[in-house]
């Protein structure tokens, strides 16, 4: 079972920037694609950027390509999400999730672990 943390949320005005990171505790946690997805109050949850157990491999959301950027250190377990040119649209809880052989798939349903989440808000 592995558990997730993340940390990192908070309020920002539009353009601003935010780092959030997911620590996990599984001792295997190198043998795990890591996903982060995002839910807005009324809406299905979205994927954001996903990560390959080596961190070789990347993809991400066509709303976020260019400004977000996912990122792994398997040493301290840890996966980060930097998020730069923040908008007002980007405001959601943000979720990390974890699957050994979900990398590049998009749909929620398909990752089997998952954090409690993080609050992002940005203002106008």
């Known amino acids: 079972q592995v558990q997730l943390v993340e940390s990192g949320g908070g309020l920002v005005q539009a353009g601003g920037s935010l780092r959030l990171s997911c620590a996990a505790s599984e001792r295997t946690f190198d043998s795990y694609a890591m996903a982060w997805f995002r839910q807005a109050p009324g809406k299905e949850r979205a994927f954001v950027a996903a990560?390959?157990?080596?961190?070789?491999?990347?993809y991400y959301s066509n709303s976020v390509k260019g400004r977000f950027t996912i990122s792994r250190d398997n040493a301290k377990n840890t996966v980060y999400l930097e998020m730069n040119s923040l908008k007002p649209e980007d405001t959601a809880v943000y979720y990390c999730?974890?699957?050994?052989?979900?990398?590049?798939?998009?749909?929620?349903?398909?990752?089997?672990?998952w954090g409690q989440g993080t609050q992002v808000t940005v203002s106008s």
């Open positions: 990560i390959s157990w080596g961190g070789g491999s990347t």
């Open positions: 999730a974890a699957d050994r052989y979900a990398m590049g798939n998009v749909r929620a349903i398909e990752w089997d672990y």
